[in-house]
């Protein structure tokens, strides 16, 4: 699946971040992925640990922080945060107005170095 | 020591694609990334879609499979331009792939580029690869719960084909109950009945995507 593309695109980001800087280890990744980005975590973390061999990041653990779908409900002027992978309406009031703020993150947040 | 990176994963692949979209316009081709799971029909769509429209505007094609040929022969007998990408494995197509091939393709002569993504209902909707539009199909025997469980691939495209109608005395599907999820994920998807066999609805779709080229 394409959780082999995205652990390729993190990497890529991660080492040339440490060869610009002159760090020579990664001992951590941590990235920010939403719900509704369509990755599935376990298989991530997979094809990350398949990937990060003979890489300076071979002794990397990759941290997942999942973030939830949520957004603002301009029917009931409040904020809501949902758990499915997808949301279609306000969970308090069903209104179709609303605005979604968070879910869709594909991002490397930080990494511990050496 | 912790460092911050905050670096969106797919930025690679999006600068990319905005090159391709770059050289996309600058030779006034219009291009749309054809997306659905496997078999639903986006091959036969592709010949139906020349067929209907070969006379009034100039085609070309990007087939994207994981390995194999048969989709560019088919498109090959209609004469007009197709490259094959094989991902090897890969389940989608990456805007460097795209911009691999566009040497191959003679853009200049086109007024529209289709690109048949690999058959997947979920990577691809993820990877731009500097297309104007989206669109998918899905096969109506695939089932009326595709939309909710695929959400992310309903929400990106602009139209959605419904292909395989003629299919629909033998099977148990609830056609409006995929119309109303489809609009809920996306209130502006654009929807079409078709079927590739009988050639039921074509001449719509062509229609629709006629003016798009033309604007
Ligand atoms: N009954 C019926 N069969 C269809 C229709 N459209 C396509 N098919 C059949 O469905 C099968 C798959 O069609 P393709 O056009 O190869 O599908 P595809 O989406 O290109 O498949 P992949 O590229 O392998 O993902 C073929 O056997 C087609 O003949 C249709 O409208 N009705
Ligand atoms: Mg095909
Ligand atoms: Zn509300």
Known sequence: ?114 | MKVKVVTNILEANDRIADENRRIFQEAGVYVINMMSGPGAGKTSLLVRTIQEMQQKVKIGVIEGDIAGTDDAERIDKLGVPVVQINTGGGCHLDANMIREVLPDMPLKDLDLLIIENVGNLVCPAEFKVGEDIKVMLLSVAEGHDKPLKYPLMFQESSALLLNKIDLLPYIDVDMAKIRKDSLSLNPKLKMFEVSCKTGQGISEWAQWLETLVKK
């Open chain 1, 1 to 114: 699946m394409h959780e082999v593309s995205i652990a390729q695109g993190l990497l890529d980001i991660v080492i040339e971040n440490c060869r610009k800087q002159g760090y020579s280890g990664i001992e951590s990744i941590k990235v920010k992925i939403g719900k509704a980005a369509g990755v599935v975590p376990d298989a991530l973390l997979f094809a990350f640990e398949s990937m990060k061999v003979d890489t300076i990041a071979e002794k990397a653990t990759l941290i997942i922080d999942q973030v939830p779908i949520s957004g603002f409900c301009n029917g009931c002027k409040s904020n809501f945060t949902v758990d499915d992978a997808y949301v279609i309406c306000c969970p308090h009031c069903n209104s179709f107005s609303i605005r979604v703020d968070t879910g869709r993150e594909l991002n490397v947040d930080e990494m511990e170095v050496v």
